[in-house]
């Protein structure tokens, strides 16, 4: 059963404190976003990917938040410096761009602690 | 620039009933729809997926419509089940754009 895994399931850090979120998209997807997710602001979009090229980042604060593909089988978003206002559950998702009957397929995401 | 909003927020039902849940989309050109379940620490589950140019989706007890002139999707659950308290979320999928996603409704079946 095909699946998209994210590692770590938790993390609890201080403030000031270098973040790495991993995630393994489903083999041939080609597309994969990364999702913040708060009781406050819902599901926000902090970026995408198609074929491993960044596509819009525009929902990543870029003076602390980075997010790279270096390979199909793997993306990363890092924190740094974290801070509490970062603290929330992240969500990676990977689908099949230009196919509309190609369900999103999402983690079990990374619920992060700054403390 | 698109929104979906979700209603109820909120909703309390006893098991047995059927329900319906609403979607709501401000811009009708999009490429699919879709509605996903969250459970408590849990990632997102996709469960019905409408193509642009269906008007609707079943599976099992669920059966999702989409009306795009109108901007609206509806998800059906058909004789509610405890197993069924989550929240539901949907999500429209524009041309060209990315997935954008409604606020949720949280549902609770009580035995």
């Known amino acids: 059963d095909a699946r998209v895994t994210q590692t770590p399931r938790h993390k609890v850090t201080e403030m000031g404190q270098e973040v790495t979120m991993r995630c393994q998209p489903i083999?041939?997807?080609?597309?994969v976003f990364w999702y913040r997710q708060t009781m406050m602001q819902g599901l926000e979009l902090l970026a995408y990917?198609?074929?491993?090229?960044?596509?819009?980042d525009s929902g990543m604060p870029k003076d602390r938040f980075s997010a790279e593909m270096p390979d199909a089988t793997l993306a990363t978003l890092k924190i740094q410096p974290s801070e509490p206002r970062d603290s929330a559950v992240y969500f990676c998702?990977?689908?099949?761009?230009?196919?509309?009957?190609?369900?999103?397929?999402f983690g079990n995401g990374t619920r992060l602690t700054v403390t | 620039k698109q929104e979906v909003t979700q209603i109820p927020a909120a909703l309390s039902v006893p098991e047995g009933e059927n329900l319906v849940l609403n979607c709501s989309f401000t811009?009708?050109?999009?490429?699919?729809l879709q509605w996903f379940r969250q459970d408590p620490g849990k990632g997102l589950t996709s469960l019905l997926l409408?193509?642009?140019?269906?008007r609707e989706q079943t599976s099992g007890r669920l059966n999702a419509s989409l009306d795009k002139s109108s901007g609206r999707s509806t998800l059906y659950i058909a004789a509610s089940q405890p197993g069924d308290s989550a929240t539901y979320l949907c999500?429209?999928?524009?041309?060209?754009?990315?997935?954008?996603f409604g606020p949720g409704t949280r549902l609770s079946v009580l035995p």
């Open positions: 811009d009708s050109a999009i490429y699919n």
């Open positions: 999500a429209v999928n524009p041309w060209g754009q990315n997935f954008v």
């Open positions: 083999l041939g997807h080609n597309t």
């Open positions: 998702a990977s689908g099949l761009a230009h196919a509309n009957n190609s369900p999103l397929h």
């Open positions: 990917f198609r074929n491993r090229a960044p596509l819009d």
């Open positions: 409408i193509q642009s140019s269906q």
